[in-house]
């Protein structure tokens, strides 16, 4: 195989986009499928980073356990476990195995199932991190009891919006409405129910999170602007150009000199009398844009291959209909219709592009900093601390509990 799972893995990981935002608890249809993907704004800063470079000597330092049950994770208050996770990781390898035809070895087996675990759980960490950032906002330093308080009745909400929103779509994508049979189609895909509606839950608190830290509509005042575009003014500078239209004919298709000069005259005295140059641009023109009535769209100066050409449409005066102009290709008749002199686009016409432009990165900014302040005060333990900034090793007492042979 030309990629390794682990590799397919990171193209899934990075290739998220997030999706617009969707205000928490409305009373609308269509909801529940997006609400899976709202907070993958803030998850898509961290994942694409996770693990992209690590070599494959690192990625096969850690073992996994045997036990589903085995814990790879602890975020604040809550635990991952890898029975979490499997069930992702063998359907997606079977669809790979099927679509393939190839039976991977256990070597490939195993690295595989260790990448993609390893991805999995990157981005299941982030989604953990923003739930307990937000439940810690709630309850503050109060005791356990009123976390636990806390997160039954948001928990009991968002399980409540699932049915009300998510279910109904996952019914009608899988075409069922039977409970059962719908958890065996998950289940395929290596999901079920429960285990949607505990990552909607998840991801709607998490949304909770990122809705309540990070600015979305920030201000931008017009100082800014004008600094902004003063900083980037030479990307606004707009070279000398013009529109116009034109007339031609090729030496090429003539026995000689004199009969493709008399051919183009004669169409001049026909634009001129005629009253119309496009008219007879495409009845008789032989140059590529003939068939637009030979209309040439805005060129900047020194851009045309013929220099005659050039010198001519930036000099003559507008709308006048040219002489003939002799080139190395044969003869033309050019009748400028719009010039532009060389300067900066003023800042006023770009206002808007520079208001958009600041105020994504003042979002970036604002995401950034909410997930500084996240690592900060969620610690994680996990299988591999080297994937999340600031998480350390699983404590001794559980990596023992992970080995069968501690038990």
Same mark, same amino acid.
């Given at each position: 195989m030309d990629l390794t799972f682990f590799d397919l893995v990171s193209l899934y990981l990075c290739g998220l986009q997030a999706l617009q935002k969707v205000s928490i608890f409305p009373h609308a249809s269509?909801?529940?499928?997006? $609400? &899976?993907? @709202?907070?993958?704004? +803030?998850?898509?800063?961290?994942t694409c980073a996770i693990s992209a470079a690590l070599s494959h000597a690192q990625r096969l330092e850690v073992t996994l356990p045997d036990d589903p049950a085995a814990v790879i994770a602890v975020v604040g208050k809550s635990n991952v476990l890898?029975?979490?996770l499997l069930p992702q990781v063998d359907a997606r390898i079977a669809e790979v195995e099927e679509k393939s035809g190839q039976q991977i070895s256990a070597e490939q087996l195993r690295e595989a199932r260790l990448s993609l675990v390893r991805g999995l759980l990157g981005k299941?960490?982030?989604?953990?991190?923003?739930?307990?950032?937000?439940?810690?906002?709630?309850?503050?330093?109060?005791?356990?009891?009123?976390?636990e308080e806390a997160d039954a009745k948001l928990s009991g909400r968002a399980r409540q919006?699932?049915?009300?929103?998510e279910l109904p779509e996952l019914k009608e994508q899988y075409g069922?409405?039977? $409970? &059962?049979? @719908?958890?065996?189609? +998950?289940?395929?895909?290596?999901?079920?129910l429960l285990a949607r509606q505990r990552d909607?839950?998840?991801?709607?608190?998490?949304?909770?999170?990122?809705?309540?830290n990070v600015n979305r509509k920030p201000e931008v005042s017009l100082s800014e602007i004008i600094t902004e575009y003063e900083a980037e003014k030479e990307n606004f500078f707009k070279p000398e150009r013009a529109r116009w239209e034109q007339l031609t004919v090729l030496s090429a298709n003539f026995p000689?000199?004199?009969?493709?000069r008399d051919a183009i005259q004669e169409m001049g005295r026909e634009a001129v009398f005629g009253g119309s140059m496009q008219a007879v641009a495409r009845d008789r023109s032989q140059e590529p844009f003939a068939s637009k009535g030979g209309v040439h769209d805005w060129t900047s100066r020194g851009s045309l291959a013929s220099e005659k050409l050039d010198a001519q449409?930036?000099?003559l005066p507008l709308n006048k209909i040219s002489g003939v102009i002799q080139d190395s290709q044969g003869f033309h008749i050019v009748r400028v219709l719009e010039r532009e002199e060389a300067g900066y686009t003023a800042s006023s016409e770009l206002q808007d592009e520079l208001r958009a432009k600041i105020r994504e990165r003042k979002i970036e900014t604002s995401q950034r900093n909410a997930l500084d302040r996240m690592r900060a005060k969620i610690p994680v333990w996990t299988l591999f601390p080297d994937d999340i900034p600031g998480s350390k090793p699983l404590p001794v007492s559980i990596a023992r509990g992970n080995n069968p042979a501690n038990r």
């Open positions: 269509g909801l529940g499928m997006r $609400l &899976r993907k @709202l907070f993958q704004i +803030l998850v898509l800063f961290m890898l029975g979490d299941t960490i982030q989604a953990k991190m923003m739930r307990e950032s937000f439940l810690l906002e709630q309850v503050g330093s109060e005791n356990a009891d009123k976390r919006m699932f049915h009300e929103a069922t409405n039977d $409970l &059962r049979e @719908l958890d065996g189609m +998950l289940r395929k895909k290596g999901s079920s909607f839950v998840d991801q709607m608190l998490g949304h909770l999170y990122i809705r309540g000689n000199e004199q009969a493709a449409v930036f000099s």
